[in-house]
Each structure stands twice: as structure tokens, then as C-alpha cells.
């Protein structure tokens, strides 16, 4: 597992600079290269850096061997004697080699976006599942970078705070990684196939599943606590939670659905890192509906949607129904307020009203039921009569001869995941 390859001495708090780099490509894409730093900012300190500085370097291409440019790498280096500085963190994703030139010229770690955030998923995953996962995507990212590294092969994979494959995993070959990767790989296979007969035997009984979605610190585990009184981890911090969490959620009507919380999504989220989750991430596509949690006081909230919304579809859930909740409505301003869109399919709250809260489970209702349908059940089948309880709301029930006739608001989506065990029962005019 990850977390044994961790060195457990005494550490030396990391004292960073942050660098980015404005090519003429990130211009053109009409990306937000400042508002990317200030979100570095806040992944380093996430992870208990200390930053001393940030440095933007605009330049038509990155330089192949020094990233930033040989002169600005002078510049950095005379910034982290100055500061005392022992680490330097990339707002964007190196190459092997780069980080070795950057290293040897700089006498300091590197560290790039990609490794700062695995290395903050390393420091937050808790289950045996999570670590796996973690650790199947730093040794991803590692692979391609180990031919060449000689003495600098420990310093790559310490990472921040040394968190990470450790150096006695890092010097082995690449048949050894490939190994561990497979394992790995084997065992989250296992891990997928506990999840998938889980899901069928909820699917079996009819429960109705909704899958919590949102940009990191969207404020979706708040939601989640208000909603079901679930005992999870809080904090105002990117990546707060990692491992899902599923709990109970009673609606209006009386019926119970469960939802379940997922990680965070981030800009330049890494690959390796989404491949690693799917089986984790694979909940929301089983979900009957997503609830899309956006913080409405970020100034950056329509790119954060966008990139959840990105990665959404290459999960393959973008056609999931789906609600905007519009989330820290407390926290706006009323000209944020008026600019949210309204209508079907949005909600402004925050999750501490607890009128907002009825609101929208009365919306998730609305959503979740639909058609009225009649449904003509013998008195010896309970187990047809059960699951009309759970996907349904049963509006009447009369004795109908040795039948019970069962009027439900059934949605039609419900009724198709389900028909195999209630089509032989609907009561045609």
C-alpha cells in the first residue's frame, strides 16, 4: 500500500516558490493562467507548504530543456537563497528530464502540478481502497519518468513532505514498477467487480441512487451532513474528503434514497488520477439523478462547472439527469445572485437553511417520480409489492377480487430499470 512507503522521520516543512508559464497557447485557449496560480496557492498550503513567492513567466513556448528559460531559472535560483526557499512548484506538468535540469541547476525539489496533487490524495486517503488507488497513480506518473534519473531518482518520488513512493520502491526497475502497477491494477479489478454486485443488489430492491458531483470545496460533504445528519469530515480546504461516502436521505413522500459524496474535481485534474478512481467515480453513472454542487460565490464558478461537466462526460454520465445547485448562496453578493441562471434544473441555497434543504428535497421528489401508473398485485406476492414501495410513491391501494390494485407515481426511468419485475403487473385501461 502507499502509505507504507512513506518515510516517517521527521520532515523539513517544504518552503516553495511557485512558478507559472503564459506560452501564446495558453493565451489563445483563453485559459485563466492567474486564476490556475492562486488555485496552486491553495493546493500548495493544502499540503502544508509554505509558499514565499510566485513567478509568472510569459513566453511563446516552453523551453524544452529548462522549462522557464535559463534565465529565468538564474532569476528563481537567486529567489530561493534570498528566501531560503528549498522547493520550487510548477502550475503546470514536467518532463523527467526538465525536472532533473531544474534539480541539478536549482539544488532544490520540484514539484509540479500533477505530483502536488497526488501527493495531496496520498496525504487525504484513509480506506485500503483509496490508498491503492492513490498509489497506482503516482506510480503511473512515476513510470515514464524513471529512465535517466540515476542520483536524482529518490529526490523525484519524494514529493512534498517526502509523501509518495518512497526512495527504496523508486530505485527498483521498471520491470518491478510495471509489477506493482499490475497488482494494483488486479486488485482494484476486484475492487470493482465488490462494487458492481453491490450496486446490483440495490438495483435489485429498487433503491433509488443520486450521486453528489462539484468542483473541490463546492461545499458538496456540508450538503451531504445537512442532508442525511451523516457523520463526515469538514473542512474549508481543497480535497478535504477523498473516499465517497453513502448514506441515507429520507424524501417528503416518506421514501428513502441514498446518495453518496465523490472527490472533488479540479482543473488539469491528472488522468492517471481519474483512471485510478473509476471504479469509485462509476457511482455517478449508476446514479438515477446528480445533484451538481457549485460554489456560487466563486468568481470562477462557470469554468469550474465546465470542467466538471468535462469530466462528467468522459465518465460517460453526461446524459445523468441532473440538478445545478447553486451552493454559499449566503456568501454572494446580490448581483452574484442575480446573474445564476433559474429555472428547471437549478437551485440556489445554502446548505445551513433548512428551508432551502426541504426545497430541494421536494425538487429531488418531483424529479424522481413521475407517471401515475396502476399496478395489479396478487396478496402472495410481497416481494413485487416491496420493490413498488421503494421506486415508487404509492399514491391508493384497494382490494380489487384476491388482487391489490396499487395506484404509484412511478418515474419512467425507474420503470425501465425495474420493469423486469413489474411489467407483468401494470394494469392496462
Not at 518552503?15 to 503564459?22: E, M, N, Q, T, W
Amino acid at each position: 500500500m502507499a502509505n507504507s512507503t512513506y518515510d516517517t522521520h521527521t520532515q523539513i516543512r517544504d518552503k516553495a516558490i511557485l512558478v507559472s508559464l503564459v506560452t501564446d497557447e495558453i493565451k489563445r485557449s483563453g485559459m485563466d493562467s492567474e486564476h490556475s496560480l492562486h488555485e496552486l496557492v491553495q493546493l500548495a498550503e493544502t499540503a502544508g507548504v509554505e509558499v514565499l513567492e510566485v513567478l509568472t513567466q510569459n513566453k511563446s513556448v516552453p523551453d524544452s530543456r529548462w522549462f522557464i528559460g535559463k534565465g529565468k531559472v538564474e532569476e528563481l535560483r537567486m529567489l530561493l537563497e534570498m528566501h531560503g526557499g528549498n522547493t520550487v512548484i510548477f502550475d503546470h506538468e514536467l518532463s523527467g528530464a526538465q525536472v532533473r535540469n531544474l534539480e541539478q541547476s536549482l539544488d532544490a525539489k520540484i514539484i509540479d502540478r500533477t505530483q502536488l496533487i497526488l501527493d495531496i490524495f496520498a496525504q487525504r486517503a484513509k480506506t485500503r481502497e483509496g490508498i491503492i488507488q492513490v498509489e497506482l497513480a503516482q506510480l503511473m506518473y512515476l513510470l515514464p519518468r524513471l529512465s535517466g534519473q540515476g542520483k536524482n531518482l529518490s529526490r523525484l518520488g519524494g514529493g512534498i513532505g517526502t509523501r509518495g513512493p518512497g526512495e527504496s520502491k523508486l530505485e527498483t526497475d521498471r520491470r518491478h514498477i510495471r509489477g506493482r502497477i499490475l497488482e494494483l491494477k488486479n486488485h482494484l479489478a476486484e475492487v470493482t467487480r465488490h462494487r458492481k454486485l453491490y450496486r446490483a443488489r440495490r438495483q435489485k430492491s429498487g433503491i433509488i441512487q443520486l450521486a453528489l458531483v462539484g468542483y473541490t470545496n463546492a461545499g458538496k460533504s456540508t450538503l451531504l451532513k445537512q442532508l442525511t445528519q451523516a457523520d463526515v469530515y469538514i473542512e474549508n480546504q481543497l480535497f478535504a474528503t477523498l473516499d465517497p461516502t453513502t448514506r441515507e436521505m429520507e424524501l417528503p413522500s416518506g421514501n428513502n434514497v441514498v446518495i453518496t459524496d465523490t472527490v472533488g474535481f479540479i482543473q488539469n485534474l491528472p488522468h492517471d488520477l481519474i483512471a485510478a478512481f473509476r471504479a469509485t467515480l462509476e457511482e455517478v453513472n449508476e446514479a438515477d439523478l446528480v445533484l451538481h454542487v457549485v460554489d456560487a460565490s466563486s468568481e470562477m464558478r462557470e469554468d469550474q462547472m465546465a470542467v466538471v461537466d468535462s469530466i462528467l462526460q468522459e465518465l460517460g454520465s453526461s446524459d445523468t439527469p441532473q440538478i445545478v445547485l447553486f451552493n454559499k448562496k449566503d456568501l454572494c453578493t446580490p448581483q452574484q445572485l442575480e446573474m445564476l441562471p433559474t429555472g428547471d434544473g437549478y437551485l440556489k441555497l445554502s446548505a445551513y437553511d433548512e428551508s432551502d434543504l426541504l426545497k430541494l428535497r421536494q425538487i429531488i421528489q418531483q424529479k424522481l417520480t413521475g407517471d401515475t401508473l396502476k399496478f395489479r398485485i396478487p396478496s402472495d406476492r410481497g416481494e413485487v409489492v416491496s420493490v413498488l414501495y421503494r421506486v415508487g410513491d404509492v399514491i391508493n391501494q384497494k382490494l380489487v377480487d384476491d388482487d391489490m390494485l396499487y395506484t404509484v407515481q412511478l418515474h419512467q426511468s425507474d420503470y425501465e430499470k425495474y420493469g423486469h419485475t413489474l411489467k407483468d403487473f401494470i394494469e392496462r385501461d
